[in-house]
């Protein structure tokens, strides 16, 4: 079974840049989509940006323009470069995998990582 661990959340002023990074313990397979999601206090988590195996993405509204999904299957490792900080994008984010594109559009898992928090100043 595949683990994912999420890393490189942290305190930064609005404006500025963080990568978050998400390592799988066992082999992501290219064949996996994954997305990333984020859920601020007192919401429900969202999607915010998703890849397909074949490195098609989808990207929030709300992100568009300032975040880039990315993924290096050969390092099991998936990337979320998020650029121009918003207060509003603070959150805990969460990286899944799956097999189907639809799963990982609808955040539809059983299980979930810890994540890591990304807090923006004002």
């Known amino acids: 079974q595949v683990q994912l661990v999420e890393s490189g959340g942290g305190l930064v002023q609005a404006g500025g840049s963080l990568r978050l990074s998400c390592a799988a313990s066992g082999s992501i397979s290219v064949t996996k989509a994954m997305g990333w999601y984020r859920q601020a206090p007192g919401k429900q988590r969202e999607l915010v940006a998703a890849i397909t195996r074949d490195g098609g993405t989808y990207y929030a509204d709300a992100v568009k323009g300032r975040f880039t999904i990315s993924r290096d299957n050969a390092k099991n490792t998936g990337y979320l470069q998020m650029s121009s900080l918003k207060p509003e994008d603070t959150a805990v984010y969460y990286c899944?995998?799956?097999?189907?594109?639809?799963?990982?559009?609808?955040?539809?898992?059983?299980?979930w990582g810890q994540g890591t928090q990304v807090t923006v100043s004002s």
């Open positions: 899944n995998a799956d097999l189907s594109w639809l799963t990982v559009l609808r955040g539809d898992f059983r299980s």
